[in-house]
């Protein structure tokens, strides 16, 4: 994919004090139904055992929306294997594999992730057997719980396009809540689902500034190699860092760097 977000370019640098909460990336593929029964994991399991030795499994859900209303549609099983320290967690059901990091516990960078990614799809490819992507996502949700800002100093670390009701002198210190949920087009294919605003979040219920950034193809492909899903993934990873930057002020990527004593 050739660079679609007419965006400046930014240093990748790793922060002592980054914003990011959640991510990950997945790829999804028609149902293989031998995966809706764990033994059928079990090859998949020995092969990535020794780095992935925790096992659990996720009911998940299912949602759907009719002229009566909302009901269930039925639940799956995910199925999760983890790091001894819960900061890697691979989950598996018959239409998925998706590669969470836990950043309260440890996230390094995007290199790390591509590079278990790879070894994960590798071992899918040979024991799963998924034969076509039907759609491929990478996630960021990024939260800026600073107890310290206060609704009218948001302007001081955002991109003035980002803040809404926030900039409004009259009204700012009267918003409790506000989030829009935007989406850019990047090709025919792919497309960035962006949602950012003034939100609570958290174990605390913390008031801050959420951005939650998810780039995503649901074209079908049929190249699912190892290098083609990493290509991919490396392509989505470009649009989101640059327009991570964009949304920033210099003052906000220094806090990044340095911390804050009184940030959480």
């Known amino acids: 994919m050739t660079r679609a977000l007419s965006l400046p370019d930014a240093d990748h640098e790793q922060f002592d004090n980054p914003p990011l909460k ?17 033994a059928g994991l079990a090859a998949f399991q020995d092969e990535i055992r020794s780095e992935y030795s925790e096992y659990g499994v996720e009911q998940q859900l299912n ?7 909302m009901s269930t549609a039925g639940e799956a099983k995910n199925y999760k294997f983890s790091t001894s320290d819960g900061a890697w967690s691979v989950v598996v059901n018959p239409m998925f594999v998706t590669l969470e ?18 070894r994960i799809w590798e071992a899918a490819l040979r024991l799963l057997g998924p034969t076509k992507s039907q759609q491929q996502g990478l996630r960021y949700i990024d939260f800026f719980d600073w107890p310290d800002v206060a609704p009218s100093e948001w302007g001081r670390y955002l991109n003035p396009y980002l803040l809404g009701l926030l900039g409004a002198e009259e009204i700012v210190n009267n ?14 294919d792919i497309a960035i689902a962006f949602k950012y605003g003034l939100v609570r979040s958290g174990p605390e219920n913390a008031l801050g500034f959420l951005m939650d950034t998810d ?4 074209t079908p492909q049929d190249d699912v190699t190892t290098e083609a899903i990493l290509k991919r993934f490396n392509d989505f990873h470009e649009e989101i860092h640059r327009l991570f930057h964009w949304c920033l002020t210099p003052e906000a990527i220094e806090r990044f760097r340095v911390g804050s004593a009184r940030s959480n």
Request: glycine share 6%.
């Open 63 to 69: 949602l759907a929306v009719g002229p009566e209303g």
């Open 22 to 38: 959640v991510m990950l990336g997945q790829v999804r593929f028609p149902a293989i139904l031998k995966l809706a029964d764990p």
């Open 101 to 118: 990091a836990s950043v309260a516990t440890r996230y390094s960078n995007y290199e790390e992730f591509s590079d278990r990614f790879g």
């Open 215 to 218: 780039c995503l193809s649901q």
């Open 175 to 188: 918003v409790e809540h506000t989030l829009t949920d935007a989406r850019l087009k990047l090709t025919d």
